[in-house]
């Protein structure tokens, strides 16, 4: 099975930055899209960021104007850069892909925004 690795986390101070990245254990041509996910102590998951085989993106509302997602489908590859980070950013984040309707998730990788 394919598996997604994340890296990248760690801890950082408020108005730091962060990039994470995500690559598939094996290369995967029909992906659709792949993204981000994060879920914080005590909430539901929730949506970071997507980007799409057309490189068409969508933000959850928290994070918009701060991070930015890029990555190239093809090659089952994808990133996020977080800028102004905030303690509310504070979660385990996950990479996501989909392929047909199916979810491929990784282990995770922990943020922690502290000063």
């Known amino acids: 099975q394919v598996q997604l690795v994340e890296s990248g986390g760690g801890l950082v101070q408020p108005g730091g930055s962060l990039r994470l990245s995500c690559a598939a254990s094996?290369?995967?041509?029909?992906?659709?899209?792949m993204g981000w996910y994060r879920q914080a102590p005590g909430k539901e998951r929730e949506l970071v960021a997507i980007i799409t085989r057309l490189h068409r993106t969508n933000y959850g509302d928290p994070v918009k104007g701060r991070f930015t997602i890029s990555g190239d489908i093809a090659e089952n590859t994808v990133s996020l850069q977080m800028n102004s980070l905030k303690p509310e950013d504070t979660a385990v984040y996950y990479c996501?892909?989909?392929?047909?309707?199916?979810?491929?998730w990784g282990q995770g990788t922990p943020v922690t925004v502290s000063s």
């Open positions: 094996e290369r995967i041509f029909s992906f659709n899209a």
């Open positions: 996501n892909a989909v392929r047909n309707e199916y979810n491929y």
